[in-house]
């Protein structure tokens, strides 16, 4: 069973940054796409960014050129850098990992506070 554990949330003022990182256990991590999704008190899940194995990004229009992706195979691990932080950022993001016909995992979650 692959587990994944999300870090590096936490409490920032607007206009601060963080970096979440999400570790994933095995060896798997190499051959599947990585995505972050955030839910708002209140609100559905909502996809936030995504990167492929190779290495292709996406993002939500909410948090282009604000946020980067990135992932480390070696380190079987995968990063979401957030600046420039807004109030509506606040969410508990999750780290998810998918392969289409090999099958999906998330993370717990780790909570993001914005505000001053």
């Known amino acids: 069973q692959v587990q994944l554990v999300e870090s590096g949330g936490g409490l920032v003022q607007p206009g601060g940054s963080l970096r979440l990182s999400c570790a994933a256990s095995g060896s798997i991590f190499r051959w599947y796409s990585m995505g972050w999704y955030r839910q708002a008190p209140g609100k559905q899940r909502e996809l936030v960014a995504t990167i492929t194995p190779s290495g292709s990004t996406n993002y939500a229009d909410s948090v282009k050129d604000r946020f980067t992706i990135s992932r480390d195979n070696a380190k079987n691990t995968g990063y979401l850098q957030m600046n420039s932080l807004k109030p509506e950022d606040t969410a508990v993001y999750f780290c998810?990992?998918?392969?289409?016909?090999?099958?999906?995992?998330w993370g717990k979650g780790t909570l993001v506070t914005v505000s001053s």
């Open positions: 998810n990992i998918i392969r289409v016909g090999l099958g999906e995992y």
